[in-house]
């Protein structure tokens, strides 16, 4: 597994979702999913995607519950385990043993693009995670394992092993690894742009000379020099 430095990984979870968008909009990249959000009020996520493909139950002989379980082992601690589970929206994605087995691992939390269950087990051992909703019914006989440690689909979003996520109250977003440095520091000045902002409107700045005396309408656009 991709190792990616406690200090970027620190400096990723005091910035926003919308910080990290934006950022991704100046470089030209989409990273934006839809409809991938808290299952419950957790903590912000941060870390190198470990990732998992469901497909349907007749497509491949590996179970999903045993290929979730080498997943997670493989991805390893500070990881985020992204379940590419478009295939069947019907069913869990990930369950309570899979969820206590990634909290045992280290894992940071888990992103899928399906829906869960056993929402009450990952608020007792306190894992986040984030999908597009709850459901029922088990994946057990339903979809079966791909693979995991490849190139995965998140919300139409390419997911590659060491990608990098953030997920908090917003949705979730998926950086390329050799852009994370490049995103973080504009991430890290849109939020300062917009902070200054607000600040500015609080003490008694005309709105509409505090946008434009930073330039605000402008700064997403790519540039060619700083």
């Known amino acids: 597994m991709v190792q990616i430095d406690q200090k970027i990984i620190s400096q990723y979870l005091n910035v926003s979702v919308p910080n990290v968008s934006d950022a991704l909009d100046r470089i030209g990249i989409e990273g934006s999913t839809q409809g991938v959000l808290p299952i419950y009020p957790c903590a912000k996520i941060a870390g190198p995607a470990a990732t998992l493909k469901y497909i349907p139950y ?33 069913v869990n994605s990930l369950g309570g043993v899979a969820g206590a087995t990634a909290k045992h691992y280290g894992l940071a939390g888990c992103v899928t693009d399906g829906v869960v269950r056993d929402v009450d087990e990952y608020k007792a051992y306190g894992l986040p995670v984030y999908a597009r909703g709850i459901a029922q019914q088990s994946v057990r006989g339903r979809s079966s394992c791909a693979g995991y440690g490849m190139p995965v689909k998140l919300s139409g979003v390419t997911v590659r092993p060491g990608d990098f996520i953030l997920a908090d109250e ?22 300062a742009t917009e902070e200054r902002v607000i ?28």
């Open 58 to 90: 007749s497509a491949a002989e590996e179970s999903t519950v045993l290929g979730t379980l080498k997943a997670i082992v493989h991805g390893g601690t500070g990881s985020v385990l992204v379940v590419d589970a478009s295939d069947n929206l019907l």
């Open 170 to 191: 917003n949705g979730t977003i998926v950086i390329p690894m050799e852009y994370v440095t490049e995103v973080l520091a504009f991430a890290q000045k849109v939020k």
């Open 199 to 226: 600040a500015q409107i609080r003490a008694g700045a005309d709105p509409v000379e505090a946008h434009v005396h930073v330039n605000y309408d402008n700064m997403l656009k790519k540039q060619t020099t700083e």
